[in-house]
């Protein structure tokens, strides 16, 4: 074979491969774009193939109405409802000034600290939902409108466990739009949402992006976060996260990030949780959350194995708080609440979410795990008691306990610190500087176990022994603190 022949043969297998592709290029550009192509190369109903297809698996924009879609009709109707919240709060500052540092001592200045978020309009005569954090430490609010008008705000209510705090405005009696909020529970991994916020303080901003998952409870102690990949960054806190329906489905609250920006990882509590936090802050002045009156732990492999179900899933009873829901529900120790009203359980989280969108006094049918059984039971949502009353009280005397707050532990308070309910006993609630307790190392949060070898049952008993041994130089404390049984004396 001559060399021109060997160079033309490849070139020809060459030249028919080109071919084959332009031609079926062609073909597939006259399918997919040429309007009015052959009706007759794919008919409705069946594919390339000859195989069965249904009409919305392929949408070919067939308007130019069609090709300008956009989310501008729902960012026209929610973005009204979302404003900018600014705190502020003053802060004394010890800066130690050239003259004194030689004495190693400082001048207390005054400083004022800012912080910016965002907030939600939920009610039209002024009631806005934000984060707890955008507003903690607040002694000034303002609320910024999109029609940059500015209003003074008020706190009527905030849950720093759930992170929502409610706000009110005067708006002398004129009505502001507002979101509604869905608490349906009908929001779905895929469904497109949008953020509305003010990151960075650049202004009302609005990005895009799907429902990532649902049931985050990673995040925090008690809420389901939605996850979003739409665009939320600083400033966007307490920002609105909205369907296609202009509905308020989340409040945008916290992201993942390395850098502080958005990496595409967003949370936002749900509109269903946040409806409850409203109600319960305008109906109550605080955002009461119902509790189970127990300790309860989610469920793993070795543990599912164990007790004979199918998969992880649910919250295994640990303990149970004598007289509370749960108990008084027959719930067990080692039951397994597999869903409430419904809702499938995973994790202890999840549960305390769901008990957190109930009002008290609703009775909630609660499936539960037992002996390889599933049992339904019924338990009424209530909120954690005052039992012991609190007698919070400050400590006064010749001891080294001057200054201090004290309280007595009860669920209810154990709730508002985040304590563990099961957890009795006196507990330091705050401290005076000016005391001489300010000497010693306590911090708010201690439980006090033992003083002079005597156990502590009360506030009132403590003060009894305060007063037995008023003066005394010596004194032995035994205390707890974050789990840690601490024994000290002290030379007073």
């Known amino acids: 074979m001559c060399c021109d022949c060997a160079y033309l043969k490849p070139m020809k297998k060459l030249f028919a491969v080109l071919g084959g592709a332009l031609f079926g290029g062609a073909l597939v550009f006259g399918l997919v774009f040429v309007p009015g192509g052959r009706a007759d190369a794919v008919t409705p109903g069946q594919g390339v193939s000859g195989q069965d297809v249904s009409e919305q698996d392929i949408m070919v924009p067939q308007s130019s109405a069609q090709m300008k879609m956009s989310f501008a009709p729902v960012v026209k109707e929610t973005a009204p409802a979302v404003v900018n919240v600014y705190s502020e709060r003053k802060v004394l500052r010890r800066e130690v000034d050239p003259f004194f540092s030689f004495f190693g001592r400082g001048v207390p200045r005054e400083r004022t600290e800012r912080s910016l978020g965002s907030g939600v309009i939920v009610r039209s005569n002024g009631v806005i939902v934000t984060n707890a954090h955008v507003v903690k430490g607040a002694q000034e609010l303002r609320i910024v409108l999109a029609d940059r008008r500015e209003f003074k705000a008020t706190l009527i ?23 509604p909020i869905e608490e349906a529970g009908t929001l779905e991994v895929g469904d497109l949402v949008l953020a509305i916020g003010n990151p960075f303080g650049v202004g009302q901003t609005v990005t895009s992006g799907i429902v990532s998952a649902l049931g985050r409870t990673q995040v925090s102690n008690v809420a389901n976060f939605i996850q979003t990949d739409a665009a939320v960054n600083p400033g966007n806190s307490g920002g609105a996260l909205v ?32 409806k409850r936090a409203v109600d319960s802050a305008l109906s109550d002045g605080k955002i ?27 919250a295994i009873v640990e303990e149970i708080y004598g007289g509370g829901p749960a108990d008084k529900a027959g719930i067990k120790r080692r039951d397994v609440v597999l869903s409430v009203d419904g809702t499938d359980i995973f994790d202890d989280s999840g549960l305390r979410f769901k008990l957190a969108t109930l009002s008290p006094g609703y009775k909630a049918k609660v499936k539960v795990w037992r002996d390889g059984k599933t049992r339904t039971l019924t338990v009424l949502a209530d909120t954690p008691k005052e039992t012991p009353k609190s007698d919070q009280r400050k400590l006064e005397g010749n001891n080294p306990f001057d200054g201090l707050s004290v309280v007595n ?64 130089r010596n004194w032995t404390i035994k205390l707890e603190r974050n789990g840690r049984i601490l024994n000290s004396r002290i030379r007073f």
């Open 157 to 179: 209510a905030e849950d720093t466990q759930i992170d929502l705090a409610v706000l009110q405005i005067d708006t002398k009696g004129e009505r502001l739009p507002v979101l």
């Open 243 to 274: 369907d296609m329906d202009g509905h308020l489905v989340g409040v945008n609250t916290a992201i993942f990030s390395r850098s502080g920006g958005s990496n595409g990882i967003g949370f936002a509590i749900p509109g269903e949780l946040v």
């Open 288 to 314: 009461t959350r119902p509790w189970f009156g127990a300790r309860t732990e989610g469920v793993n492999s070795v543990m599912a194995e164990a007790l004979g179900l199918d998969r992880p899933r649910g």
């Open 409 to 472: 532990m009860s669920p209810a308070l154990a709730e508002e610190m985040d304590f563990d309910p099961f957890v009795s006993g006196v507990v330091i609630a705050g401290r005076d500087r000016s005391g001489f307790s300010s000497r010693y190392r306590f911090r708010k949060g201690d439980i006090l176990v033992q003083v002079m070898e005597e156990d502590i049952t009360s506030t009132a008993q403590l003060q009894d022994v305060l007063d037995d041994f008023e003066g005394d």
